[in-house]
């Protein structure tokens, strides 16, 4: 796998066949022999500006609440947002770390501006996780992961396809890389897309669509519980050759 830099800490990857790039923590640095990868993609698109303050309190709650869980050690998570107003769409608030190395409270403040690419932002999301889960797994490392979206929106503006998406996700299911990947598309304020994201979500081999409806402080609330619980069943589940069952089917 190609690694294009990086300090002590991280190394810097690139997604094979296209130009988006990612972070990880350096394998030699990692204590553990099981981890489950964890990405988080948050939609900072013009349109979740009357919401945006709560939307990143709802990130921070979702990180936090990961630590507190029993299998926290265990855990590599990455943040990334995702509009028109980023290179190549997508902007990496940090690649995958460990939880110790995390203070959610740094996040930066959304500035919700311009256009769509949600395809390029499950793209990064995918791939990302797929590429550095080959290289964990080619250095003995027993390795699953879990992928959330969330969105106010369809795509409008992006380079990469449903297809494109299915084929890196399709990676998982031929064995070259974890054990299992768990994707979870999730749409906020956007039930006038639902049928987009659900032919989004089948095009693109996605393994579930929730529509949380209109966007309050308690549905977000329940949404960065729903983060953190799924990431702990999903982090429970390595070992047994399969993705998790707990993963609830709303929120």
Do not use: W
């Amino acid at each position: 796998m190609p690694r294009i830099g990086g300090d002590e800490a991280t190394g810097t990857y690139r997604i094979t066949g296209s130009n988006f790039k990612f972070t990880g923590a350096r394998l030699t640095r990692l204590g553990a022999t099981e981890y489950t990868l964890v990405t988080i993609a948050v939609d900072v698109t013009g349109s979740t500006a009357p919401f945006a303050n709560e939307l990143r309190r709802a990130l921070i709650a979702a990180v936090d609440s990961c630590k507190k869980s029993p299998r926290s050690n265990n855990l590599l998570i990455r943040v990334i947002t995702f509009a028109t107003t980023f290179r190549d769409g997508v902007n990496e608030i940090h690649g995958f770390r460990q939880l110790a190395d995390i203070n959610p409270n740094d996040y930066p403040p959304f500035r919700p501006a311009g256009m769509t690419p949600l395809f390029d932002a499950v793209y990064s999301a995918a791939g990302a996780m797929v590429e550095y889960g080959v290289d964990m797994v080619n250095n003995d490392f027993l390795v699953n992961g879990i992928v959330f979206i969330i969105t106010d929106g369809a795509d409008n503006r992006s380079t990469m396809t449903p297809g494109m998406i299915k084929a890196q996700i399709a990676k998982v299911t031929l064995g070259e890389a974890l054990e299992s990947m768990v994707t979870v598309l999730v749409g906020i304020n956007a039930t006038q897309y639902r049928r987009e994201l659900e032919i989004f979500q089948q095009e693109a081999g996605l393994d579930q669509y929730i529509d949380v409806g209109e966007i309050t402080i308690g549905k977000l609330a329940k949404l960065a519980a729903f983060v953190s619980q799924s990431v702990s069943s999903q982090s429970q589940a390595i070992g047994t050759g399969g993705p998790s069952q707990n993963i609830a089917p709303t929120i």
